[in-house]
């Protein structure tokens, strides 16, 4: 069955660095797109980021454009969020997602997510 | 690229059925039938309940349905039971630079 592990999240200070890796098994993550979405602590779900399932292509939600960036390595099964200029309010718990098999490419399934802290 | 709105708060009685709205624009959810919805209990991952506005994934009981009127989905719920209590939110395909957005969520209590 699908399975999505997220980690690499903790405590960093505002303006810190941070990588996230979400490692696939269950599926075909060659051919899949993939997605970041975030919670913030009590708050909703964001989209933050999708990656093509040959990363040829990546989009960013206005927040973290230009902040983030995700990649993968189908070699590896392994999805990426490389986060810089970290903020408070990029506190969250963060999902890594599975697109589904219709032509949205809204996600289907999801990890469990890893907590992000960012404090001073 | 703004949140879709939808109701903070939904309740009813076992048994009964209820709906949650999702709305948008144009741009996401009266231009495409690409809306999806999500289930969340606390604490844990979100479970996708509906695709392309309708359609439901196996494995998820046909008590949850959806459809779409213009710029504004829905989900229904109908037979609720206790283990529908949780949070559920809509996410559409947008046609702006960042493709994909989250309603604000809804809170489901079963009274």
């Known amino acids: 069955q699908v399975q999505l592990v997220e980690s690499g999240g903790g405590v960093v200070q505002p303006g810190g660095s941070l990588r996230l890796s979400c490692a696939a098994s269950?599926?075909?993550?060659?051919?899949?797109?993939m997605h970041w979405v975030r919670q913030a602590p009590g708050k909703g779900l964001e989209w933050v980021a999708f990656?093509?399932?040959?990363?040829?292509?990546?989009y960013y939600g206005d927040s973290v454009s230009g902040r983030f960036t995700i990649s993968r390595d189908n070699h590896k099964n392994t999805l990426y969020l490389q986060m810089s200029s970290l903020r408070l309010d990029d506190t969250a718990v963060y999902f890594c997602?599975?697109?589904?098999?219709?032509?949205?490419?809204?996600?289907?399934?999801w990890g469990q997510g890893t907590l992000v802290t960012v404090s001073s | 690229q703004s949140a879709l709105t939808q109701p903070a708060s939904v309740s009813g009685s076992p048994g009964q059925s209820i709906t949650i709205s999702c709305t948008g624009t144009?741009?996401?959810?009266?231009?495409?039938?690409?809306v999806s919805w999500y289930q969340q209990h606390p604490g844990k991952a979100p479970k996708l309940m509906i695709y392309d506005v309708s359609n439901r994934p196996s494995g998820v009981s046909n008590r949850f349905s959806g459809s779409k009127s213009g710029n504004t989905a829905s989900l229904i719920i109908s037979g609720l039971q206790a283990e529908d209590e949780a949070d559920y939110y809509c996410?559409?395909?947008?046609?702006?630079?960042?493709?994909?957005?989250f309603g604000t969520g809804t809170k489901v209590t079963v009274l």
């Open positions: 997602a599975k697109e589904g098999y219709t032509s949205s490419s809204l996600p289907d399934y």
């Open positions: 990656i093509r399932f040959d990363g040829s292509k990546k």
């Open positions: 144009s741009s996401d959810v009266g231009g495409y039938n690409y």
């Open positions: 269950g599926f075909s993550f060659s051919r899949n797109g």
């Open positions: 996410s559409s395909y947008t046609n702006s630079s960042t493709p994909y957005v």
